[in-house]
């Protein structure tokens, strides 16, 4: 298994607050009877990432990005507790429209896409894709969804560094955490 480590550390870098490419404003909803102030452990279920990336790239990536969460919840005075959380967290990221913003079924306008391959491509050899991600806190007790987020961003062309779609991915989540906890 080959690690590309300078990858790992800018991936790392900029999850945990080095700028980046602008997404839109995350679109928050929670629970506000979840009271945050007495539940203060948590722990993570399984993530899903679909990027077109290598299984090393994404292990990295979902990694930072579990490392920027983690850094800003303790910051907030949260505990990583996996035998007795209050609330459990998982994300969805994806590049290819498969994670729907509308409450409506998932489209995914890249047809012939799957993990790892880039499929879909405009007759003239260019890609335009969505990077999204979505973040949710589930109660540990009542298994009740007790807080949401969503973020995507138009990504005209991945070929240029500043719109990787795994910085961008990257820049979403510490823009959907940096108002957490919500205020009631």
């Not at 870098?13 to 506000?32: E, F, H, M, R, Y």
Request: glycine content about 8%.
């Amino acid at each position: 298994m080959r690690i590309d480590w300078k990858m790992a550390a800018a991936l790392a870098a900029l999850a945990l607050g080095c700028g980046g490419a602008a997404a839109q404003t995350p679109k928050v909803s929670w629970d506000k009877n979840f009271d945050y102030a007495v539940h203060r452990h948590y722990a993570w279920k399984k993530n899903q990432l679909v990027l077109a990336q290598s299984p090393d790239d994404l292990a990295l990536l979902d990694k930072a990005i579990m490392q920027s969460v983690n850094q800003k919840l303790k910051s907030e005075g949260f505990t990583e507790d996996n035998q007795n959380p209050d609330f459990f967290l998982y994300y969805e990221a994806d590049t290819m429209g498969g994670i729907s913003g509308g409450g409506g079924p998932s489209v995914n306008p890249n047809s012939g896409y799957t993990p790892g391959k880039v499929g879909g491509l405009a007759p003239s050899g260019s890609i335009s894709v969505v990077a999204a991600i979505r973040f949710h806190m589930v109660d540990a007790h009542s298994e009740k969804e007790v807080w949401e987020s969503f973020s995507k961003k138009k990504i005209r062309d991945p070929s240029k560094a500043e719109e990787k779609p795994e910085l961008i991915i990257a820049d979403m989540t510490e823009k959907i955490f940096k108002e957490f906890p919500p205020k009631k």
